[in-house]
């Protein structure tokens, strides 16, 4: 059975939502996510003292914060010390001011998802208060961090799964979206390591520094073996979306100059529903210029770059892969991607297999109680046998 958690919804003053509206939708999503909600509006700060307060006798699992028009230090410094994990939430897209400050292994910031960041924010607090991650940090900024979670029984060192989240390579969207899969690799044997990066936005992200993170993030693998029992001869780099980008370029890590040999060379690469030609996606226009966004220009401008970040100028990437996407994915320009580039990958000789995954949409490659995700396990535990 699954863990009810005691989430605690709180507004500050100045929050500009329909009271009534959220609270009905935060019932609706409490009850897919076995959450029990306590909801909070319009707080005065006595009045968060006060659940603070209660809070010592272990009544909440988690909190939910939307400051509005600010907290004080004080009632900040609170909220980071209660314990629970912790999500703050703003429902306006990022400035260069939100969110700057490094966070504890506790908190998420969910920004520029509008009225739906209530539900990422309520799913993120229940999935660390169930399987409470290993945050650790890569780099200095605050985005060069990662969640490693391991499996509570099986045989050591365990095989790997980096996992790298989609969302078009821009800053609202992080590594919360692939939690559930990082959760459930680990119950299936794997170590996972839910990596973040700096994204399109105001703190930096963008090519190169996008794939820098990643390239980073995956060689920091070594470090996390000399704490935990991992097998580097046994890794897979898994993306979602945008993310199957990252995995496929981390391969060859194609304009990196900084002179740094990879640290750790995975197995098998996986791509779930990943943006595989960058070049044809531009030209078509796909993901309201994502792509140009990322590059920093049209193909046209900077094709070089281009050849650089795009998987399909990458082939043969000389590594085994698993191309998986959902005959229902409302991107239709994703699906005909994956046939594409696994004809072209087998033409140069890689060994690719393609996942057609019947009935799924672009999400469901990421629903751990989906078929579709079933059936990219199985593959994934073939290839590693």
């Known amino acids: 059975m699954v863990e009810k958690v005691h989430v605690a919804v709180i507004n500050g003053p100045g929050v500009r939502v329909h ?27 006595k009045d968060i003292l006060g659940l603070l307060d209660r809070n010592r006798r272990n009544i909440l699992g988690g909190m939910v914060v939307n400051p509005g ?7 900040h410094r609170l909220l980071k010390e209660s314990g629970v994990p912790l999500a703050w939430v703003s429902t306006e897209r990022p400035d260069s001011g939100d969110g700057a400050v490094p966070m504890s292994q506790q908190e998420r910031f969910i920004r520029g998802r509008g009225i739906a960041g209530y539900m ?20 200095p900024e605050r985005d060069q961090v990662g969640d490693l979670r391991l499996p509570a029984t099986g045989d050591q060192p365990f095989p790997v799964v980096i996992v790298l989240h989609g969302g078009s390579w821009r800053e609202p969207w992080e590594r919360d979206t692939a939690e559930s899969v ?5 119950r299936k044997g794997y170590a996972s390591w839910n990596v973040e990066y700096r994204r399109v936005g105001p703190f930096g992200g963008g090519w190169p520094t996008t794939c820098y993170d990643v390239a980073d993030a995956i060689d920091y693998v070594t470090v996390l073996a000399s704490d935990w029992a991992l097998d580097l001869d046994r890794v897979v780099l898994a993306g979602h979306s945008s993310g199957g980008q990252l995995a496929c370029w981390a391969v060859t890590r ?7 040999a990879p640290q750790v060379l995975p197995r098998l690469v996986v791509s779930l529903a990943g943006d595989l030609d960058l070049l044809e996606e531009d030209a078509r226009g796909v993901g309201s210029d994502s792509v140009r966004e990322f590059l920093g220009g049209a193909a046209s401008d900077c094709p070089e ?12 990437l000389r590594v085994r892969q698993i191309v998986a996407v ?4 409302a991107h239709f320009d994703l699906i005909d991607d994956a046939h594409r580039y696994v004809d072209a990958a087998c033409d140069l000789g890689d060994e690719v297999e393609l996942v057609i995954a019947k009935g799924a949409d672009h999400f469901s490659l990421i629903e751990p109680n989906s078929m579709a995700w079933h059936t990219i396990v199985q593959h994934i535990d073939t290839a590693m046998r």
């Open 19 to 45: 009271t009534e509206g959220l609270f009905h939708m935060i019932s609706a999503w409490s009850r897919s996510i076995t959450a029990e909600v306590q909801f909070l509006t319009c707080m005065k700060e």
């Open 69 to 75: 028009e600010g907290l004080s230090d004080e009632i």
């Open 120 to 139: 990422w924010a309520l799913r993120s607090v229940c999935q660390r208060r169930r399987s409470p991650p290993i945050t650790r940090s890569y780099g």
């Open 182 to 186: 990082a959760i459930d690799l680990a």
């Open 254 to 260: 194609r304009g990196d100059d900084r002179g740094r």
């Open 305 to 316: 770059t281009y050849r650089e970040a795009s998987p399909m100028s990458l082939l043969p």
């Open 326 to 329: 959902g005959n229902a994915d």
